[in-house]
């Protein structure tokens, strides 16, 4: 049987709510660079985009708040998230309802959201999972012990 995790951390919702706002960011920049305005998109084209980028991160594991993105294997799981949704998107857009956009359009969109979620990623991962502000440490000195507890902690 399949249980949905009642618990949800502060940092899920952050990591949600911020790719959220790269995501709608991202299709706004993407018809004001190709058509030179912007909210050029319907509402349905971007709450579409959201939920299929947000559901194929989910499967992925990108909500996993304690995982270390700054390894290989999780900037690869990044690449192939983004990939499997824009080609969900395509999928989705040609064959259902919504108004879909370009290819220039589509493409520095899907550019813009890879870029700005690789950047996201990178930069929680490095603040939020690795502590780097939680950390605290004072070396006075540097001997050969200070020395190698400097290079192992930073």
């Known amino acids: ?25 991202s299709i706004e920049l993407g018809h004001f660079l190709r058509l030179g305005h912007g909210n050029a998109a319907s509402l349905g084209y971007v709450i579409s985009n959201m939920f299929i980028y947000m559901l194929i991160f989910y499967i992925v594991g990108l909500y996993d708040f ?18 499997a949704a824009t080609l969900a998107m395509i999928t989705v857009l040609y064959m259902g309802r919504f108004f879909p956009p370009g290819r220039g359009i589509f493409g520095m969109q899907t550019a813009f959201v890879f870029f700005g979620i ?18 605290k440490a004072l070396i006075m000195g540097m001997n050969v012990h200070r020395y190698k507890l400097f290079v192992t902690r930073y």
């Open 1 to 25: 049987m399949f249980k949905l995790n009642s618990k949800i951390s502060k940092k899920q919702i952050g990591l949600l709510l911020v790719d959220m706002v790269i995501i709608w960011l």
């Open 66 to 83: 304690q995982t270390d993105l700054r390894k290989k294997k999780q900037l690869i799981n990044i690449v192939v998230s983004i990939g």
């Open 118 to 135: 690789l950047a996201w990623r990178l930069l929680y991962s490095r603040v939020a999972v690795a502590g780097i502000f939680s950390k």
